[in-house]
């Protein structure tokens, strides 16, 4: 079973960065460590998400959500999730696992998807206890001043306020 995963791991590492990430297939992991504290995704299924800390296109901004070869998987970009503040660096986690959560990594994002990311996202993190009211601000000013970004992402002060209602803060 071990040598599968292994197996599976490299060819993801193929898939997803080419020929020159296959030497860093361990990176990805079921329980990574985000903001200091560990985490895990699942699908509704229960089935694992592998994530893994590494350069995306910058297109993508703070991470990715896809599923690769059957395998669900987050990718964060070290440029923007490492210079994040902690309870920032566990937003951006719960938000792209959220979208394996919802489905969305099944068709086109929109901003109601993005959105409804951010907004169970940042529940979650309150449900689970892992950011306080005052993470859930710290969230919403990272954002605040944020451009528009259509047709995914509200400009920053309607996306503060969201995140804001939806931590209930």
Known sequence: MRSHLVAVLALLALVVTGNAGAQHAQQWVVRPVIGGAPVTCALP???????????????YGFGRSL?????????LSPQYYQSAPQPVQLFF???ECMHHALGHTLGNIGVTMEIDADCRGVGLLRAQGLITAQGAWTIAAYFENAPAMPPLYPAGPERSARILACAGG
């Open 45 to 59: 299924t229960g089935a694992p998400v592998l994530t893994a800390i590494r350069p995306i296109p910058q297109n």
């Open 67 to 75: 599923i690769a070869q059957g395998t669900p998987l987050i990718i």
């Open 93 to 95: 986690y719960a938000h």
